[in-house]
């Protein structure tokens, strides 16, 4: 939880730091300082470290210091450095809610998730309005799947700083997590005036799109994304699904293959790429791309769907049936298992079966009505 926020702080910290210090005389510890703000408004942070790290030697109980060197860590990514510089700074300022937040950030940073909540906390019992603290617990309760917790951290933050990109983004993050794709989109939306440039902002808005079944506005978003700079797996996989969705087999298929290249652990590629070669009548390689699939995420139902469709289209009714028998079972089972037993069953030849599964699936499914209608013409064409 570093970002605009971090710098943002650190330069106010360096106007306060320097009148406080000027305060104390001319000493090794005021030039040593002074030269190290010189280096951070160059952006060199890594001269300010060193000079800053030779002021604390003469003046080692000046909490300004230590917060500004432990930012500076901060900045180029030295967590475990930060915090102990953090650490004193807040020993030394206690009831100062900047340095406990970006404590709290150096030790998130290293995935100190319950210390860098109790840091988070104490910053806001000392200013129920920390922005940068509420940020902090929507970010943890994001990485630990509390999504609500976030949305709740989230709102507040942007509540009462609605021009922060970084909230509104843990905001949209949250709504996208609990399933309220138009709130995520309309946040983005929104937030697009603070970020117009912002790789991230443009990856989780596709997402969004896709999830909304916006396929044409995921794929634009998507694409600005990946001209930003984004090339990790979740990008590839998302145009891939985006790409699958609009019909372009082949680049579905290239893009979950980039996906796969760039984390062969991604099992949502693993199985979009299963469900690629379906559409192309690939059975073997279906088949093989849904077992990397379910070896990566056993209890996916989704998978286990596809896979027994495999199984039907290439000619092996016996098993679809034995394993969409085993799905149904399950509570997190798709509302279209049934309908595919159905046709599992007519190929065997049991029509009673066939019929009682077309029964079950019309009584259930929410979806596409032709496929409901369909099912209860069947029903009416197996009865006895």
């Not at 909540?117 to 920390?130: G, M």
């Amino acid at each position: 939880m570093m970002g605009t926020t971090g710098n943002r702080v650190l330069l106010l910290t360096f106007i306060i730091a320097t009148a406080s210090l000027l305060r104390c005389g001319p000493d090794k510890s005021i030039r040593y300082y002074n030269l190290g703000l010189d280096a951070a408004k160059r952006d060199d942070y890594g001269e300010a470290i060193r000079l800053w790290s030779e002021s604390v030697k003469y003046r080692p109980n000046d909490p300004e210091t230590r917060y500004n060197l432990g930012a500076a860590l901060m900045i180029v990514k030295r967590y475990a450095e930060a915090e102990i510089q953090l650490r004193r700074a807040v020993e030394l300022q206690p009831q100062d809610p900047d340095a406990q937040h970006l404590l709290g950030s150096s030790l998130e940073k290293q995935g100190m998730l319950p210390e860098a909540k109790r840091a988070y906390e104490f910053a806001l019992s000392i200013k129920p309005t920390h922005v940068p603290s509420l940020m902090g617990l929507a970010s943890i309760a994001l990485r630990e799947d509390q999504n609500r917790s976030a949305e709740n951290h989230a709102t507040q933050a942007v509540e009462l700083d609605p021009n922060n990109l970084e909230a509104n983004m843990l905001l949209s993050e949250a709504y996208f997590r609990n399933g309220n794709y138009i709130a995520a989109y309309a946040q983005l939306s929104s937030a697009r005036r603070l970020g117009p440039t912002n790789p991230e902002l443009f990856l989780l808005l596709g997402k969004t799109a896709y999830a909304r079944r916006m396929y044409p506005d995921a794929r634009e978003a998507l694409d600005s994304a990946r001209t930003l700079g984004v090339t990790t797996d979740e990008l590839f996989c998302y145009l891939a699904l985006t790409n699958l969705a609009l019909g372009e087999t082949g680049e579905a298929e290239k893009h979950f293959r980039l996906a796969i290249y760039k984390n062969d652990g991604n099992a949502m590629a693993w199985k979009g790429l299963g469900e690629t070669y379906l559409k192309e009548k690939k059975w073997r390689e279906a088949a093989d791309a849904l077992a990397r699939a379910a070896s990566l995420d056993p209890g996916d139902p989704d998978t286990a769907l596809d896979d027994a469709i495999v199984s039907m289209s290439s000619g092996d009714a016996a098993g679809a049936v034995r394993k969409l028998e085993m799905l149904r079972m399950r509570r997190d089972a798709p509302q279209i298992t049934d309908y595919y037993l159905g046709h599992a069953y007519l190929r065997l030849g049991e029509n009673a079966k066939a019929r009682g599964a077309f029964q079950l699936f019309a009584g259930t499914w929410q979806g596409d009505k032709a496929l409901a209608e369909e099912a209860r013409t069947l029903v009416e064409q197996l009865a006895p």
